[in-house]
């Protein structure tokens, strides 16, 4: 089966600072989704790639979608306290077979320290 | 405003009874999932269904059960067979294949 890996699990920050987290497979993707879970709530669709080499901004939030379709990098400039959270990836194949559960990854915890 | 309702939002049960766990969608959406959140394992797939009166098992559907008898709802019931039911439920819903999931807020289960 595939693996999917998100690091890194945790970031302790101060504000002001930029983030970067990353997911890896050993699959190839069509797409890669990054989510971001605020505590207690549903995740939300921050940003969406749907072509290999992809790079998306969303405000202060950058994603690229890699080369190989393995991979995909979710940047953070500036952090603020709202942008403390659990953000996930969560690649999809779209083989046309209809709409199978995505696949996420453990997610990425982020903390940012006063 | 178009959206995903779980109901309720926290909900204590005893060990050994069933419990079913609410998702409503007004959005039109034909495909709907369950999935489980325990820290540090992320978000697992329980169910899914993709159109009424249909529905797959997911990753760890052992212990649960489903039903999709009308488009928007999706009801979920953790029964006595789940060893271990304490944790966070989602429910989520898209259109179609290359769409994003919507969330719903979750339903925070604990059994005592």
């Known amino acids: 089966g595939q693996q999917l890996n998100q690091s890194p699990q945790s970031m302790f920050i101060q504000e002001g600072e930029d983030v970067s987290m990353n997911c890896t497979s050993s699959?190839?993707?069509?797409?890669w989704l990054w989510y971001k879970q605020d505590p207690g709530e549903g995740p939300v669709l921050l940003i969406a790639?749907?072509?290999?080499?992809e790079l998306t901004s969303n405000g202060r939030l950058t994603a690229q979608f890699g080369i190989t379709r393995k991979d995909s990098f979710l940047n953070i400039s500036a952090s603020i306290p709202s942008d403390v959270g659990i953000y996930f990836c969560?690649?999809?194949?779209?083989?046309?077979?209809?709409?199978?559960?995505?696949?996420f990854g453990k997610g990425t915890h982020l903390i940012i320290q006063p | 405003d178009g959206g995903i309702t779980q109901s309720p939002k926290y909900l204590f049960r005893k060990e050994g009874q069933n419990v079913t766990l609410s998702c409503e969608q007004n959005l039109n959406h034909d495909a709907m999932y369950w999935y489980r959140q325990d820290p540090g394992q992320g978000l697992r797939l329980i169910y899914y269904?993709?159109?009424?009166?249909?529905?797959q098992k997911g990753d760890i559907a052992e212990g649960y059960s489903v039903s999709r008898e009308k488009k928007e709802s999706f009801p979920l019931t953790v029964t006595s067979a789940q060893k271990n039911p304490t944790a966070f439920y989602l429910c989520a819903s898209s259109m179609g294949q290359t769409d994003g999931y919507t969330f719903g807020s979750g339903t925070r289960l604990t059994v005592v």
């Open positions: 790639l749907y072509k290999a080499g």
């Open positions: 969560a690649p999809q194949i779209n083989s046309g077979g209809g709409a199978d559960g995505l696949t």
């Open positions: 699959s190839i993707f069509n797409t």
């Open positions: 269904s993709q159109i009424v009166n249909d529905f």
